[in-house]
């Protein structure tokens, strides 16, 4: 039996669904779709498949989180401004015991000081900041040699 294809499920938060128009000068000009291209290309370059999803309502995130623990290996999420605000998210995320990745396109340091505290954070296993769009090729390819290999905490991924 041959292993199965890792899974990689990309989650984008409150008002992502507006990148290329909004803040273009924070932000840059690349769009949502943009971004799932180069979050796909990626994984398929590793040899993982992905799944992606946007929300702007943090229910929904939430189960989708949930519902990775059965349908994906590792998660990239770049939550917006629920990186700041939302324990919820971090618990769903602490709760899955999957691999998780935390991107942020902007770098959040040089920004507002209430960007600077990530809820997420202390439960990823890897956080890019400031790397822009180019922040999912990162995380993708970081996630996916994390899920060939034994991982750091003891726990092996998964191979079907």
Same mark, same amino acid.
């Given at each position: ?47 993982? =498949? ?7 309502? !943090?229910?929904?995130?939430?189960? =989708? ?46 920004? !507002? ?8 954070? =202390? ?15 990162? =995380? ?21």
């Amino acid at each position: 039996m041959s292993p199965r294809t890792p899974s990689i499920l990309v989650i984008n938060g409150p008002n992502l669904n507006l990148l290329g128009s909004r803040e273009p000068d924070v932000y840059g000009t690349e769009t949502l779709d943009d971004v799932v291209r180069l979050a796909s290309d990626a994984a398929r370059a590793q040899g993982c =498949a992905t799944t992606t999803m946007q929300s702007n309502h !943090e229910g929904e995130i939430i189960d =989708a989180i949930h519902a990775a623990r059965t349908t994906a290996d590792g998660i990239v999420i770049n939550a917006g401004a629920l990186t700041h605000t939302s324990i919820a998210v971090r618990d769903a995320l602490a709760g899955v015991d999957l691999p998780v990745v935390e991107v942020h396109i902007s770098n959040v340091h040089r920004r !507002e000081e209430f960007r600077h505290h990530s809820f997420i954070s =202390a439960v990823a296993d890897a956080v890019i900041v400031g790397a822009g769009v180019d922040g999912y090729r990162l =995380a993708v390819d970081h996630l996916a040699r994390q899920l060939r290999t034994d991982r750091p905490d003891g726990r092996t991924p998964t191979t079907g």
